[in-house]
Each structure stands twice: as structure tokens, then as C-alpha cells.
């Protein structure tokens, strides 16, 4: 499956657990971050955000970011 785009996210977040589940049921395969886990990544968060460390925020390889995307949002994204 490939990787769409990366997913940041907290293990406690109900909103990244809603999405995770939904992403799987729909086959579509992504890179996940625990920003916990990796303080770098936390600023990657914090500068799309503007300061605020909101999970989850997918990042795509263009560059471009959504904080806390629907599965139609994310679709279609990476159908464009």
C-alpha cells in the first residue's frame, strides 16, 4: 500500500483513532509520527499550526498540510 501523505498524531487522540480506522477501512496507506515520541516532528506540528501542537495534521508531499482532515477531505486530496 502506498504512502499517501504523513499522518502526526498522539496515541490518546480519539479524533487520529477515527481517522486511522477509517484510512484502513478505505485501503489508503499513510506514514504515522507519534509526536510524543519524536520532538521534532512535535515542531513540524507547532509551524503548520501556529504554535499549537493539534493532532492530527497529515502533511502530503507537496508540502501542504490539513489539521484534523474528514476521509472525504483526504480523498480528495490525493485523487487530485
Not at 477515527?18 to 510524543?36: A, N, T, V
Request: charged share 20%; glycine share 8%.
Amino acid at each position: 500500500m502506498p504512502e499517501h501523505f504523513t499522518m502526526y498524531s498522539t496515541p490518546w487522540c480519539g479524533y487520529c483513532h477515527r481517522l486511522k480506522g477509517q484510512l484502513h477501512r478505505e485501503g489508503i496507506g499513510y506514514r504515522e509520527i507519534d509526536i510524543e515520541q519524536d520532538p521534532e516532528s512535535a515542531r513540524v506540528v507547532e509551524q503548520v499550526n501556529r504554535g499549537n501542537q493539534t493532532v492530527p495534521t497529515v502533511v502530503f508531499p507537496d508540502g501542504t498540510a490539513m489539521t484534523n482532515p474528514s476521509l472525504a477531505e483526504l480523498k480528495a486530496k490525493i485523487s487530485a
